[in-house]
RNA sequence: GUGGCCGUAGCUCAAUAGGCAGAGCACCAGAUUGUGGAUCUGGCGGUUGUGGGUUCAAGUCCCAUCGGCCACCCCA
């Protein structure tokens, strides 16, 4: 077969997938409403300055972007992460009379040109919070918890959250100074790859997981311990948040974030057991720089986004498996022309009396159609065939007991839904815990 | 972008030293004149990812390419 296979790093979610997948979605879009987050849908590309000014232009997320130009000669890009699109939409749609902070959630697929692996895609999935408009700390803590609350609703299996504070423009530049000072005194003790960061991006070596470079990069100066008076009463007050919701999160001094609009917090699960380096499920911060970067007024920002294929992978194995697929309460089937059509009137009869219904389609065997039932998750089969027909009646069959009876055209749907009584939902709709 | 492992039926995998491409599951049909979740029988299903090369002969060896996985890089 020589079918024109998908895109490279794409995938199809398959119906035999699909109902983790709306259980993800659903505590998604719970959780963030329940905490009186709003959704917001942003498009799926944006001018490519939008996110060159957002990230910087010369993080990894930049060079991997899908750019190309319009027919009009615009220069656009898909969008490969959803935070700068929200703060476009803040100030687009001036949100900045509403009461601060504004709390939005999306939802949806994000492009980087990158090289495929388990867990990392050219096109993924996030989810993501953004509050905008206030800077209180406690709303730092907040959206860690609702992350949290998020991936236990989801049944993941252990993480840890680590957290950080990387200071603002007031202390990150002498703390930048006194770190490449450090560096640059061992900079013999270092990886290559190391030395050229430290000069480019020195913040990002202290994220090298070169096993050479960790005594080096442990006894490194420390943003946390460098921050200026502001800085440190926000630092101390997003603990203090934390503390009082009871949640269990390390320093991780050496924690940096790829795109360079982060400011102060930062923070980041990651899986227990299994934790390589495209591991993370999702992380967050805060980015009082951002709305300038993109030419919006000085406004602060905070959220987090994950990774959903990064949750799938994560979620406990004996949960996945007890989601249901789809199904249906009702399965018609039939033998004969005729009756077929007698199958596909009575169908829509008992679509319109508000239960779940599907039917054979085609020239097959009982046997099969049965089935077919079965495997559908139906609780009755109705069959229509020679018999029936000319008495124009159905034979109802319920698949649970096995017990059947033959009624009437006319009665039907009054004897099936009677026999489903308030039981018409399936395995896969009532999987909320 | 760098390095490594791997691509055989829709899925999971076989195929001795280069020597006739197979099995289970799934699907369809029958055993059971018209009855599912059990069993048995048969059928459908392949340009062995693709394109070259070596050879009397290539799933097997060589080259290229595409794709998947793993480690870097980086992120979600």
Redesign the pocket.
Known sequence: ??VI?S???TQDILPASWPLWRHVLDRAAETAESSGYERIEIPTFEQTALFMHATGEH???AREMYTFEDRGGERLSLRP?GTASVFRAYFQHGMRVQPQPVKLYYMGPMF?Y????????RE?H?FGCEAIGSEDALLDSSLIRLQRDFYRSCHLRPFTIQINSIGDTECRPAFLRTLVEYLRKHAGELCA?CRQRIERNPL?VL????ESCQPILDAAPRAVNALCDGCRNHWNRLREGLEVLGIDAALNPRLV???DYYTRTVWEFVPEVGG????????GGRYDALAQAIGGSPTPGVGF???L??VLLNISDDFAAQLGRSAVDIFVAH?GLEAEVEALRLTGELLCAGCRVDMAFGN?????Q???A??RGARLVV?I????LALRSA?I?D??T?E?QTVVFENVTETATALLGGQRTSPASNDAP
């Open positions: 077969m020589t296979a895109p490279r790093g993080t990894d997320v992460e980087r990158e090289r495929p692996q388990a867990g990392r895609f993924h996030q790859d990002r994220d090298c997981k070169v974030r790829g795109l390589s380096a495209q591991s993370t499920i999702g992380g986004s994950t990774g294929e990064r033998l097959r065997s009982l046997k099969s049965m089935k077919q079965d495997g069959v065939g020679d018999n029936e034979t069959r698949l649970r096995g059947q």
